[in-house]
T-cell receptor
Framework: DGGITQSPKYLFRKEGQNVTLSCEQNLNHDAMYWYRQDPGQGLRLIYYSQIVNDFQKGDIAEGYSVSREKKESFPLTVTSAQKNPTAFYLC????????????FGSGTRLTVV | GENVEQHPSTLSVQEGDSAVIKCTYS??????FPWYKQELGKRPQLIID?????GEKKDQRIAVTLNKTAKHFSLHITETQPEDSAVYFC??????????????FGKGTLLTVNP
């Protein structure tokens, strides 16, 4: 699956619930990213992490949280504070020292029910 | 911060025709410009990229041109085929503190190739 795996493929959330999206990569990439995709909006950066135990907010971080305890893993939690979470979420990774070679996961479609 | 504008938002062509998608960027420090193709419900796939020291790059039916002075770059697809139908995203990247490179995306162009 291209070395970066997202799960689940589809996820349903009830109002007031937190849900966690998984992203795992075996490419030995240093940097990992979470993007949100809405129709007509392109890809917007939520959070990114350059090294283990460090991460920074992107452009739309409110209502989301992340952790980076292992190099291979960068889970995203969509909290109840995110008022409009229905979207397609994409995880990506790349080597730290290069702007090239962005690899994307296959995405998770989150729907509020 | 960087702002990437992409046009058109939708493009419909007949099979065999050419398609052109244009992007502009705001930050002159941006120096890497990839293009991604995304089929419905799937991951974006890199199809071609260009670095700021190059004005044009071609790969079979796909080409990208870059005008640094005007801060715009374009994707050209020749002899389009139905399987070219997808959403295409442009992006611009620059160094953003330390060794981080921030990639900013355009909003995408839905290309439809009619048989």
């Amino acid at each position: 699956d291209g070395g970066i795996t997202q799960s689940p493929k589809y996820l349903f959330r009830k109002e007031g619930q937190n849900v966690t999206l998984s992203c795992e990569q075996n490419l030995n990439h240093d940097a990992m990213y979470w993007y949100r995709q809405d129709p007509g909006q392109g890809l917007r950066l939520i959070y990114y992490s350059q090294i283990v135990n460090d991460f920074q907010k992107g452009d739309i971080a409110e209502g989301y949280s992340v952790s980076r305890e292992k190099k291979e893993s960068f889970p995203l939690t969509v909290t109840s504070a995110q008022k409009n979470p229905t979207a397609f979420y994409l995880c990506a990774s790349r080597f730290q020292a290069s702007p090239y070679g962005y690899t994307f996961g296959s995405g998770t479609r989150l729907t509020v029910v | 911060g960087e702002n990437v504008e992409q046009h058109p938002s939708t493009l419909s062509v007949q099979e065999g025709d050419s398609a052109v998608i244009k992007c502009t960027y705001s930050d002159s420090a941006s120096n890497y410009f990839p293009w991604y193709k995304q089929e419905l419900g799937k991951r974006p796939q890199l199809i071609i990229d260009i670095r700021s020291n190059v004005g044009e790059k071609k790969d079979q039916r796909i080409a990208v041109t870059l005008n640094k002075t005007a801060k715009h770059f374009s994707l050209h697809i020749t002899e389009t085929q139905p399987e070219d139908s997808a959403v295409y995203f442009c992006a611009a990247s620059k160094r953003s503190g330390g060794s981080n490179y921030k990639l900013t995306f355009g909003k995408g162009t839905l290309l439809t190739v009619n048989p």
